[in-house]
């Protein structure tokens, strides 16, 4: 039988919640019970989350563990370069990385990542969505989540910036907000570090602007009095946001940093990049993805990594200083992360390939064990020998270190979806 | 393809999806299509005790009508001319005349092949529009998606629907069942399905089994005479796949062609040298595919194929389906209105799924034409339809109504050009749909749209004062309630309120000194409103 119990449409509502109400537990016989439950849900943790980032640096193409993370010196897979000793007893990561071995008081190392994809485009939605592809459902990708769970209604930034400049791999790195809706979907930056539409043209004053806002925003609120639907409200949600989203446009503008801020993060496109992400964090931005390519090493490996490990070791120990020093670090998740690693048997090119059996990440910041390295790998790094996870106890940990339940559901109509696959867990070693 | 005697062996038949077996309860089969969704839709209400929302006036109804069957809105020359009209037959040659324009089918190929075609293609909708216009049923239809005809050129097009998804066969199962039946059967691929108890994965796998000989050869797609599916199940036990439809229904076929190797390799050789010739591969004997047409328009097996096409059309027209997610039609989900949607489908196919026949219908109820502001208190939820539920356009309507809305309205009172002129002022715009995301379920808009039209360079001539724009005639009315009208009759198609009147003279009338931006920025305010974007 039909259920009509829940006869009123409820449907309707622009403030946040009600808009994840409207948007995921719709379903018609559950929908009065779900509200229920994620209302109760999202306020016994919205102190936790309240205030909490995540800036994920995407090391788009892989990079290689054996470079960075988890050295194998000596061994024939090791290849030229050496370990050094970092701040914590016992612990070597590669030489390419002087100053990170000098700053992981606040990072956990993960060794043990077995994520089994190993082609750019599968392993990158799996690293971005964190868990495989279904057919007819859309999952939102980590940035959409963390926008949803992490942003604020009053919010004048936008709350989920993604920069890829590069060509190569763009495609794969995936931004969808899925069954989230496009409320959620990124702010995705290729081809300029400013997004576009954000600055008003010069043929109107920036008063008419804003009052031509504000007479549209009476005939259309005039219209949506008395009619109901997710769809309605969606669309004078997105025109509230535009003012807002235009007074951030500053932030994507690093003229006025100063100058000695600018010289200590480099003239890279990355280190802008990062840079531009620093401002949005402290601007209140809940999450931003800074993709640096191409690390897809299969020639000159060694040539390659030289490059790209000193260029992300020079940002990101500079990123976790200023984030540090200005007191954001401790609400502030720092993650790197690709599609997958390289193999640890070099190739006739000197090069390394695609390699997702055995390979590492690392979590800095908010919610984190700092000084942690979790999981490991055998002598030539071909396997993980401990504690070996997949994409969904990486996506678990992210979401826990910055006070996000991973098993909380949404729902689409009356099915849950729990935030990750059923039966997975965060990592709790490297938890706070 | 019916060269074989199929003993075909029923399982358990599913209550739900039997064929209303107390058809004598149901209305009769002369009632009109109007007539019974009326009466279904009021009947179900009385049990609530809910009360339906007034009828619109004509300028709404007149304009929801038009986008529905044309997909754009009317002039102010039409507006008038409707609302003047004072024939009580009106509104019915209204929508027999709109029927008649090539818009009607030309809107409805496009949405269909949002439905049918994979995102972001287009492949599929020159065909359905040849389709319609040779009014075919959307059981031929589908038999020339599933099975095709190289040998016409319009069919052939009609293969993209396999030929787009033949190089992932679970795909192509899982769309053929979601978009012709109604069941997403995707959960049943790896174990039986958790919540519905009729899926299992027999279901999935006899459904692919239909699909599994096909295979891309060069441009098209060709099927072989042997192959078979095993699977496991979550024991780890392997299992054969049986030919077998939703309902259970099993097809007994012929044993599979066995080839050496000498016959593979000579086919292999044949295959390739069609392929370098561009030439299709001959169809098997015994196609499986053919099969599936067969076997979901026959009579005890048709209750999915027709309860679906139903509740699309429903969705498309009354912004919600009888059933609710439109590919989860199983016992677990039931319809809100179950006896309305047995009568719809015996309807369907007692008159070969025509779905003009079907279109007209729907838009000619009461249930359509009531309105979208609920008058009462607690607005009943939308399974009651005690109201009209509020659409957002798709992106060829949107574009159209930019087109037509920021244009001088005096461009189409010349009855003699008016037609051309509006075909002509509506596909110059087309570009303008890339601008936009079709909708589909829970849509939203997203904030990229919003910071399109707020600052980017291109709209700019939507609202700028010149002559052929809306804005250039605006700026010639001295008077602001005059003005006023022109431009709310011009792009909502109605009569202004008191409101709007106070509000958007007010606004001129601060801005003395520079009027013609006031104008333009009045006219950019009513463009971007929600409810031009929407269809209410």
């Known amino acids: 039988m039909f259920d009509r119990k829940i006869g009123v449409d409820m449907s309707v509502n622009t403030d946040r919640r009600g808009f994840l109400s409207g948007a995921t537990a719709a379903g018609l016989a559950a929908s009065s019970m779900n509200l229920d439950i994620l209302k109760a849900e999202s306020l016994s943790n919205e102190l936790k989350k309240s205030g909490k980032r995540v800036l994920l ?68 939605r799996l690293m971005h969505l964190g868990r495989r592809d279904e057919p007819n459902l859309k999952y939102p990708d980590m940035g959409s989540v963390l926008a949803r769970e992490l942003g604020r209604p009053d919010l004048q930034v936008p709350d989920y ?15 969808q907000p899925g069954f989230l809706g496009a409320r959620y ?220 339940d ?26 706070a | 393809m019916k060269k074989y005697l199929l003993l075909i062996v029923s399982l358990v038949l599913a209550g739900y999806m039997q064929p209303a077996l107390k058809a004598q309860d149901l209305l009769p089969p002369e009632t009109t299509i109007e007539q019974a969704v009326d009466h279904y839709i009021q009947a179900e209400q009385a049990t609530g005790n809910i009360a339906s929302a007034p009828q619109v006036d004509d300028y709404i109804l007149l304009r929801r009508t038009m ?25 019915v040659k209204l929508v027999d005349h709109l029927m008649q324009q090539p818009e009607f089918i030309e809107q409805l190929a496009y949405d269909l092949n949002n439905i049918l075609a994979p995102a972001g293609k287009t492949d599929l909708e020159l065909y359905l529009a040849d389709a319609l216009n040779n009014r075919k049923g ?54 039986d399905h958790p919540l519905v108890s009729e899926w299992t994965q027999a279901h999935f796998y006899g459904m692919k089994s239909f699909f599994n000989r096909s295979f891309s050869n060069g441009d098209f797609v060709a099927e072989r005479a042997y192959g078979a599916i095993k699977y496991a199940n979550t024991n780890g036990e392997q299992l054969d796949a049986k030919l077998m439809f939703l309902t259970g229904s099993v097809i007994e076929e012929p044993e599979p062609v066995v080839l050496d190797d000498e016959a593979k390799k000579k086919e292999k050789a044949e295959l390739e040298q069609l392929k370098k010739d561009k030439k299709p591969a001959p169809a098997p004997e015994f196609s499986r595919r053919a099969q599936l047409i067969e076997i979901a328009l026959r009579e005890n097996d048709r209750d999915y194929f027709s309860k679906n096409l139903v509740n699309r059309m429903w969705n498309r027209i009354y912004g919600h389906g009888l059933v609710m997610p439109l590919d989860q039609m199983h016992p677990e989900n039931p319809p809100s209105h179950p006896d309305l949607l047995d009568w719809l489908a015996r309807d369907t196919y007692t008159n070969d799924y025509n779905l003009q026949r079907l279109v007209r219908g729907l838009i000619l109820s009461k249930t359509y034409s009531q309105h979208s502001v609920y008058g009462g208190e607690k607005r009943p939820a939308k399974f009651w339809f005690a109201t009209a539920n509020v659409k957002p356009m798709s992106p060829r309507q949107y574009a159209a109504a930019l087109a037509l809305a920021s244009r001088n309205p005096a461009h189409f009172d010349d009855p003699n050009e008016a037609v051309s002129r509006i075909q002509n002022e509506v596909k110059a715009h087309r570009g303008w749909e890339r601008k936009f995301v079709v909708p589909g379920e829970k849509f939203q808009v997203s904030v990229d749209e919003a910071l399109l039209f707020s600052n980017a360079d291109e709209f700019k001539d939507k609202t700028k004062v010149a002559n052929d724009r809306l804005g250039g005639e605006l700026a010639a009315i001295e008077s602001n309630e005059a003005l006023v009208q022109r431009a709310i009759k011009t792009v909502y198609s109605r009569p202004a309120t008191a409101e709007e009147l106070e509000a958007i003279s007010a606004y001129i009338a601060a801005r003395s000194d520079r009027r013609e931006e006031a104008i333009s920025q009045i006219v950019w305010a009513l463009l971007t409103s929600s409810e031009l974007r929407f269809n209410h």
């Open chain 2, 138 to 191: 959307w059981d031929n239809i589908f038999a020339d998606m599933i099975y095709g005809n190289y040998e016409e050129e319009m069919p052939k097009q009609a293969m993209q629907f396999v030929n787009l998804r033949i190089n992932d066969i679970d795909n192509l199962t899982n769309a053929t069942s979601a978009l012709f039946f109604g069941v997403n059967i995707s959960c049943a691929k790896c174990h």
């Open chain 1, 406 to 431: 991973p098993h909380h559901e949404y729902f689409v109509g009356a099915r849950p979806i729990p935030l990750v696959d059923p039966g997975t867990h965060a990592v709790d070693e490297v938890l």
């Open chain 1, 161 to 175: 910036v993604s920069f890829y400049t590069a060509t190569e791999g763009r495609g794969n790195a995936v931004g």
């Open chain 1, 185 to 404: 979907a990124p702010m995705f930056l290729t081809t300029d570090n400013k997004p576009a539409n954000l600055s008003r043209l010069e043929d109107i004053t920036d008063l008419d602007h804003k009052e031509r806002a504000d007479l549209r925003a009476l005939l259309s609120n005039r219209f949506a009095k008395g009619r109901v639907s997710e769809s309605l409200g969606s669309h004078n949600v997105a025109y509230g946001r535009v003012r807002g989203l235009m007074s951030s446009e500053k932030l994507f503008d690093l003229s006025d940093e100063p100058q000695k801020v600018k010289d200590r993060y480099g003239k890279s496109l990355f280190a802008q990049q990062a840079l531009v992400a620093r401002r949005l964090i402290e601007a209140g931005t809940p999450f931003v993805k800074v993709a640096r390519a191409w690390w897809d090493s299969h020639g000159q490996n060694f040539e390659t990594h030289l490059e790209l490990v000193t260029e992300l070791d020079h940002v990101m120990s500079t990123l976790l200083e200023d984030l540090e020093e200005r007191g954001l670090l401790q609400d502030t998740l720092v993650v790197t992360l690709a599609e997958f690693g390289r193999t640890p048997t070099i190739n006739a090119s000197l090069g390394r390939d695609h390699f997702a059996r055995a390979w590492s990440a690392s979590l800095t910041g908010c919610g984190i064990k700092g000084g942690t390295v979790f999981g490991a790998t055998d002598e030539d790094g071909q396997h993980v020998k401990d504690n070996e996870i997949g994409a969904a106890e990486m996506f678990a940990t992210i979401y826990k270190a910055v006070g996000i």
């Open chain 1, 57 to 124: 640096l995407w090391l788009a193409g892989g990079a290689s563990q054996l470079e960075t993370w988890d050295p194998k010196p000596g061994r024939l897979t090791g290849g030229p370069y050496q370990a050094i000793q970092t701040s914590l007893p016992g612990v070597q990561i590669s030489e390419l990385m002087p100053k990170m071995a000098t700053r992981l008081h606040n990072t956990a190392i993960i060794r043990s990542l077995n994520t089994q994809i190993g082609d750019h485009g599968g392993g990158a």
């Open chain 2, 67 to 91: 986008l529905d069957l044309i997909g754009r809105i009317p002039t102010v020359a039409e507006v008038e001319a409707y609302v003047a009209d004072e024939d009580p037959e009106k509104r």
